[in-house]
């Protein structure tokens, strides 16, 4: 019987130079591994390839080396270590992510919850080419999510009270991108300035600024042969409805506009930045 190697490249194996040698690509979501999975992926690892995994650039674990015969053998053994491939191809491929608000100090948004809910949507959909989402959690960008398709970055919509404040002059300070001054004791944002990194807020001692959190959305990104920064279209996102429903509007763009094997920077280029502009646009209004 012929090797279906479409199949096989769908659920993460993908072919090696060797003749009939896989690396397997596994599903890490946000990055996201347990000690008691990489007991099993070591285990796989050792008995089925050549004892090593590779750290992909994208938060995944690969394991080369995985003879065809083998190949149902280890995708029951990873089954039963609770360790699921990742796939490959024409589709929505992991989430990742940084570590985000539940770890780091500068963490404007909880990103772990957010990769899988995201991964829980859309992962695997199929399309007329690869898709990539990276999620953020603040302005240090350390996932660069303008790369990806689409891309979110955390950020937190900021309000002064002035009740709190005993004009310490901190937030003043911190502030990079001097959108906060301070006149006769009255603090000012400048929300043209500001670019929400929460940097004023963390810096507060006594509180003194109601805070929001939310998302800021970057679309058509891309890093590869031809490499582009993604473009935000919408203001500060500050729910998850409205989150998931933009999401939403740009994948049935790409679904409904790309042509096969066509990335969404070009499907944007072709069909019209415009075009894509008023789907989002409605998305974000919750228009019909």
Known sequence: MATDYATLKKGGFMRQRQKD??????SVVGGQ????????ITEVANKYGHGYVHLTSRQSIEIPFIQLKDVDAVKEALAKGGVKPGVCGPRVRTITACQGANICSNGCIETDDLAKELNDR???QE?????KFGITGCQNNCLKA???DIGIKGGVRVNWLEDKCINCGLCAKVCRENAVSITDGKVTVDQDKCNNCGRCVFSCPTDAYDAKSGYLISFGGLFGN???????IVPFV??????????????N?????????ERFKFTIDRVGKDKLDEVVWKAYRNED
């Not at 591994?33 to 099993?40: E, G, K, M, N, Y």
Request: hydrophobic share 40%; glycine share 4%.
């Open 122 to 124: 859309y992962f695997g």
């Open 21 to 26: 040698n896989f690396s397997l690509r596994l």
């Open 226 to 232: 031809h490499i582009n920064k993604g473009s935000e």
């Open 253 to 261: 763009f790409f679904k409904e506009n790309a042509k096969p094997s």
């Open 238 to 251: 500050d729910d998850k409805e409205t989150l998931f429903r933009i999401c939403d509007a740009a994948l």
């Open 33 to 40: 591994v347990t000690a008691d999975q990489l007991v099993v």
């Open 127 to 131: 399309l007329p080419h690869k898709f």
């Open 146 to 148: 303008e790369e990806n």
